[in-house]
T-cell receptor, first 112, second 113 residues
Framework: DTGVSQNPRHKITKRGQNVTFRCDPI?????LYWYRQTLGQGPEFLTY????????KSRLLSDRFSAERPKGSFSTLEIQRTEQGDSAMYLC??????????FGPGTRLLVL | AQSVTQPDIHITVSEGASLELRCNYS??????LFWYVQSPGQGLQLLLKYFSGDTLVQGIKGFEAEFKRSQSSFNLRKPSVHWSDAAEYFCAVGATGNNDMRFGAGTRLTVKP
């Protein structure tokens, strides 16, 4: 257990529905990252927050993807109008002062 | 931009045998290098990290890795593999000021009894 938690752990939805995932980071880490991981691949960077500021979002996969971290603590990742190609594991990580990232268990999304 | 190559998609070793997983990186400056392990359906666990200093890095679970700048490599080793080491292993490269950590595609380790 790294101290980073994610909910839900699994989500099954129908194409076209919206989904939201939550990440609760290690409290003393002010940097929070979202990644997507598809089968047989390493994690792919999506976006990053320092405290409540979203400092990088150009790598979000489309305008259907958005993320928030309103109070600089937990973060949410929302996917609107889901497509079957969105099926993947979505990982959250926080970064310590030395640069190492600590990952949560992930949310596995299946879009039917 | 940085990139990571893990040449071996799948490796099988016998329990008790030694292990070496290969990782090659491309990065313009001195990289920060990491190895993570992922069990099926789980998140990634940090095994070890290299930032600077001694090029031989010790990690958890008996793993070590050696940074070789001349070969742009950061190979992971373990002298004696246990059945519980069966998992997917990812090498990653990043830097303090660069928030875009890049991962390799992973190497799946199978351990034979």
């Amino acid at each position: 257990d790294t101290g980073v938690s994610q909910n839900p752990r699994h989500k099954i939805t129908k194409r076209g529905q919206n989904v939201t995932f939550r990440c609760d980071p290690i409290s003393e880490h002010n940097r929070l990252y979202w990644y997507r991981q598809t089968l047989g691949q390493g994690p792919e960077f999506l976006t990053y927050f320092q405290n409540e500021a979203q400092l990088e979002k150009s790598r979000l996969l489309s305008d259907r993807f958005s993320a928030e971290r309103p109070k600089g603590s937990f973060s949410t990742l929302e996917i609107q109008r889901t497509e079957q190609g969105d099926s993947a594991m979505y990982l959250c990580a926080t970064k310590d002062r030395l640069g190492a990232q600590y990952f949560g268990p992930g949310t596995r999304l299946l879009v039917l | 931009a940085q990139s990571v190559t893990q040449p071996d998609i799948h490796i099988t070793v016998s329990e008790g045998a030694s292990l070496e997983l290969r990782c090659n990186y491309s990065y313009g400056a001195t990289p920060y290098l990491f190895w993570y392990v992922q069990s099926p359906g789980q998140g990634l666990q940090l095994l070890l990290k290299y930032f600077s200093g001694d090029t031989l890095v010790q990690g958890i679970k008996g793993f070590e890795a050696e940074f070789k700048r001349s070969q742009s490599s950061f190979n992971l080793r373990k002298p004696s593999v246990h059945w519980s080491d069966a998992a997917e292993y990812f090498c990653a490269v990043g830097a303090t000021g660069n928030n875009d950590m890049r991962f390799g595609a992973g190497t799946r380790l199978t351990v034979k009894p």
